[in-house]
């Protein structure tokens, strides 16, 4: 065990500790972790390494770094690392200001035995099992990443690092504390609130359906929008997550795919039907799929697609078909390719003559399945 000075705290009912933890309790008992999709291949570091030197030795530091779906924290911004430790450094020679004088925010895993100096008192001593990880950042991960790559410089001095230390909390109310220290002011993106919100902020089946379909579409090898989402709001992909999780979350919410029973059921193949139904769209408008001055892949495009297919799950089970099944999609929207065409998509001609939105876009695909051949248009 390790004994630490704290106050202990109190309010509405939730106790925690305000406690001072060294710099080497900080080094050995956090662990560091970041939300992350493995099949997707997403580095738990944001930013190129630049041809200026640093001072991180960022191939031990990203090593200490985890990532997993159960995380919440966002990519390390690999910037924001190198200019603490530059200011660490500043503070350590000049001796005129603290480093961290703010405290960071953090959580255990097991209970901790608090033993007071006398009777009832609010001050004491922290008990905190010495092991390895034990501890996680929920506020403060980069100021404590920049701590531990500046570890050599700072363990000869007499260092301390204010903490507010909460144990046994439920992991829903962790995440939940998480987005509201960071939602606003450092502008969490919507796009990480959507993994965060669908699974574990709070349990949403239709954002979790959504995105379940999101990562589906992203992380399939098959899937004509592999590797082409930007999940969590970062990478090299050009789509959003969050406009596309939205749409899908407000079909999975109504009874679009026939009723509150059949949405229920589709959620578990709506996967395999979308991955299939982008397949076929990518086959139908493949020059504009494939071509880079066409608008296809904007997020309006994609949400008008999305916004469509409750009209094509519709018509496949008119025809008493597998809803996910390749080829009957195919030859439900076959009629695409001819009453719509590649040219629709193209940024500086239809596209944007036409001021495409959303809805009108939706429209035009709503028709061309309801009148095939142009009759009655």
């Given at each position: 065990?390790?004994n630490?000075a704290a106050i202990?705290?109190?309010?509405?009912?939730?106790?925690?500790?305000?406690?001072?933890?060294?710099?080497?309790d900080?080094d050995?008992?956090?662990?560091?972790e970041v939300?992350?999709?493995?099949?997707?291949?997403?580095?738990?570091v944001r930013?190129?390494?630049k041809?200026?030197p640093?001072?991180?030795n960022?191939d031990?530091?990203?090593?200490?770094?985890?990532?997993?779906e159960?995380?919440?924290q966002?990519?390390?911004i690999?910037?924001k690392?190198?200019e603490?430790?530059?200011?660490?450094?500043?503070?350590?020679?000049?001796q005129?200001l603290?480093?961290?004088p703010?405290?960071?925010?953090?959580s255990c895993?097991?209970?901790?035995?608090?033993?007071p100096?006398d009777g009832?008192s609010?001050?004491g001593?922290l008990?905190?099992?010495?092991?390895e990880?034990?501890?996680r950042?929920?506020?403060?991960?980069?100021?404590l990443l920049?701590?531990?790559?500046?570890?050599?410089?700072?363990r000869?001095h007499d260092?301390t690092v204010?903490?507010i230390i909460?144990?046994?909390?439920?992991?829903d109310h962790i995440v939940?504390?998480f987005?509201?220290?960071?939602?606003?002011?450092?502008?969490l993106?919507?796009?990480h609130l959507?993994s965060?919100?669908g699974?574990?902020?709070?349990r949403?089946?239709s954002l979790a359906?959504?995105?379940?379909v999101v990562?589906a579409?992203n992380?399939?090898?098959?899937?004509p929008?592999?590797?082409?989402i930007?999940?969590?709001?970062?990478?090299?992909g050009?789509?959003?997550?969050?406009?596309?999780?939205q749409?899908?979350?407000?079909?999975?919410?109504?009874?679009?795919?026939?009723?509150p029973?059949?949405s229920a059921d589709?959620r578990?193949?709506?996967?395999?039907?979308f991955?299939?139904?982008?397949k076929q769209?990518?086959?139908?408008?493949?020059a504009?799929?494939?071509?880079?001055k066409?608008s296809?892949?904007s997020a309006t495009?994609?949400?008008a697609?999305?916004r469509?297919?409750?009209?094509?799950?519709?018509?496949?089970?008119q025809?008493h078909a597998?809803?996910?099944?390749?080829?009957?999609?195919g030859?439900?929207?076959?009629?695409?390719g001819?009453?719509?065409?590649?040219?629709r998509?193209?940024?500086?001609g239809?596209?944007?003559?036409?001021?495409?939105?959303v809805?009108?876009l939706?429209?035009?695909?709503?028709?061309?399945?309801?009148?095939?051949?142009?009759?009655?248009?």
């Open positions: 065990m390790i630490v202990r705290m109190q309010q509405f009912g939730v106790q925690f500790y305000q406690a001072a933890l060294t710099a080497e900080i050995k008992l956090v662990r560091f939300l992350s999709y493995g099949e997707s291949g997403q580095q738990p930013g190129g390494k041809k200026t640093s001072k991180v960022w031990l530091l990203e090593r200490r770094i985890a990532s997993s159960k995380a919440y966002r990519q390390i690999r910037r690392i190198d603490l430790v530059q200011y660490y450094e500043q503070c350590r020679v000049a005129d603290p480093s961290i703010g405290a960071v925010i953090i895993d097991e209970k901790l035995t608090f033993e100096v009832g609010s001050v001593r008990k905190v099992p010495e092991r990880g034990i501890l950042a929920i506020d403060g991960q980069h100021r920049a701590l531990h790559a500046d570890i050599d410089n700072i000869d260092f204010p903490a909460f144990d046994r909390v439920p992991e939940q504390m987005v509201t220290i960071n939602a606003k002011h450092t502008r993106n919507a796009s959507v965060l919100s699974r574990q902020l709070y949403d089946d359906a959504a995105h379940d990562r579409l992380d399939k090898e098959d899937s929008l592999h590797g082409e930007k999940l969590l709001g970062v990478g090299h050009r789509v959003a997550q969050a406009p596309l999780a749409e899908l979350k407000k079909l999975f919410a109504g009874d679009a795919f026939g009723g029973r059949k589709f578990e193949e709506g996967k395999r039907f991955v299939n139904y982008f769209i990518s086959m139908v408008f493949g504009a799929w494939g071509g880079r066409y296809i892949k495009a994609l949400r697609f999305i469509v297919s409750p009209d094509v799950v519709r018509r496949l089970d025809d597998d809803r996910g099944d390749y080829r009957a999609i030859r439900v929207i076959a009629p695409w001819r009453r719509i065409g590649d040219l998509f193209e940024t500086d239809a596209w944007k003559r036409s001021g495409t939105t809805e009108s939706a429209r035009e695909l709503k028709l061309a399945l309801e009148y095939p051949e142009g009759a009655g248009v």
